[in-house]
């Protein structure tokens, strides 16, 4: 299961991205997928996407034990990822609402134009 729960979240990622940056030229978020969980013994993939001018990051992951679940959150890249997950079902993400996220999260604080 976290195999293609992975790759249908990586789609919509990419997807997100591509929707954001059409709209929001200046906002250019950075996805990256984490299997490192793994090397250390849990079973969860992680994905992350970072907004370097704001300095924050959303994350999510994918945990063998709890299948059809997206644990997130929202935090800053400077941050250590914390216990503080929330949790839904991942039947109820989608590319829109992944689009949201980015577009709320990453762009109250940048201004169009302005130096970064």
Same mark, same amino acid.
């Given at each position: 299961?976290?195999?293609?729960?992975?790759?249908?979240? &990586?789609?919509?990622? &990419?997807?997100?991205?591509?929707?954001?940056?059409?709209?929001?030229?200046?906002?250019?978020? *950075? *996805?990256? *997928?984490?299997?490192?969980?793994?090397?250390?013994?849990?079973?969860?993939?992680?994905?992350?996407?970072?907004?370097?001018?704001?300095?924050?990051?959303? *994350?999510?992951?994918?945990?063998?034990?709890?299948?059809?679940?997206?644990?997130?959150?929202?935090?800053?890249?400077?941050?250590?990822?914390?216990?503080?997950?929330?949790?839904?079902?991942?039947?109820?993400?989608?590319?829109?609402?992944?689009?949201?996220?980015?577009?709320?999260?990453?762009?109250?604080?940048?201004?169009?134009?302005?130096?970064?």
């Amino acid at each position: 299961m976290s195999e293609q729960a992975l790759k249908a979240l &990586s789609d919509m990622a &990419s997807e997100a991205h591509a929707r954001i940056q059409a709209a929001h030229q200046h906002i250019n978020p *950075v *996805v990256g *997928v984490r299997r490192g969980m793994r090397d250390i013994g849990i079973p969860a993939d992680a994905m992350t996407i970072d907004c370097l001018q704001t300095r924050r990051r959303i *994350v999510m992951v994918l945990h063998d034990e709890d299948p059809g679940a997206l644990l997130y959150q929202f935090s800053t890249i400077d941050e250590e990822i914390g216990m503080d997950f929330q949790r839904m079902p991942l039947a109820d993400m989608n590319t829109g609402k992944l689009f949201d996220w980015i577009e709320d999260y990453f762009s109250d604080e940048i201004t169009p134009g302005a130096p970064h």
